[in-house]
């Protein structure tokens, strides 16, 4: 019903920087929260930040400060705007978006992911 697709990700090395995209598509009525999660090997999955509809953000304490979160309504994406990036955010990001669709005369709120863009950070 509906898809995230992220890119952005790539190699890159300490103090530089990267900005991913997430743009959903599909039977969309409405998008909520939209947020990054990222998760590294042998750890569990965190969110990074989130963004409401209405703009209001939260961050991670690790990443306050570098990582700013933004979104474009019209377009149904969200970006992350990485910079001063440190070998420990090497992992893979997750696009998350909490989304109201309508589809054959029902409407229904779940919850959705991308498949995940890795980036990794070189010291």
């Known amino acids: 019903q509906v898809q995230l697709v992220e890119s952005g990700g790539g190699l890159v090395q300490a103090g530089g920087s990267l900005r991913l995209s997430c743009a959903a598509s599909g039977s969309i009525v409405k998008i909520n929260a939209m947020g990054w999660y990222r998760q590294a090997p042998g750890k569990q999955r965190e969110l990074v930040a989130s963004?409401?509809?209405?703009?209001?953000?939260n961050y991670a304490d690790s990443v306050k400060g570098r990582f700013t979160i933004s979104r474009d309504n019209a377009k149904n994406t969200v970006y992350l705007q990485m910079n001063s990036l440190k070998p420990e955010d090497t992992a893979v990001y997750y696009c998350?978006?909490?989304?109201?669709?309508?589809?054959?005369?029902?409407?229904?709120?779940?919850?959705?992911w991308g498949q995940g863009t890795q980036v990794t950070v070189s010291s």
């Open positions: 963004i409401t509809i209405d703009g209001n953000t």
């Open positions: 998350n978006a909490d989304v109201i669709t309508y589809r054959r005369g029902s409407v229904s709120r779940n919850d959705y």
